[in-house]
């Protein structure tokens, strides 16, 4: 993961939030009541803009690189595609 300085320092107020500048929010598309979902790495805290749509069915991994299948009635990641065709392979035999 690549990560560039923005020169942006917020603190956290009394009950634990931050505010997300809206120069940030504008770039990357997120809006008011938008879900962020959290990860943590090692010392750090990531936010990313959530996509429940994008959700493998088999595996439950978030990501842009997940296949819409099936007029969007399946998403996989590619994981979940191999673990799918190892089941439909052995339930064919």
């Known amino acids: 993961m690549i990560m560039k300085?923005?020169?942006i320092v917020r603190k956290v107020d009394e009950l634990g939030r931050v505010v997300i500048p809206i120069e940030l929010r504008r770039t990357l598309d997120i809006k008011e009541k938008d879900a962020l979902e959290i990860y943590v790495d090692d010392d750090r805290i990531v936010l990313k803009k959530y996509k429940p749509n994008m959700t493998c069915h088999v595996t439950g991994e978030v990501s842009d690189e997940n296949m819409s299948l099936a007029n969007g009635?399946?998403?996989l990641s590619k994981e979940g595609a191999e673990q799918l065709?190892?089941?439909i392979k052995q339930n064919l035999k």
Do not use: M, R
């Open 85 to 87: 065709i190892d089941e």
């Open 5 to 7: 300085s923005t020169g």
């Open 73 to 75: 009635k399946l998403v």
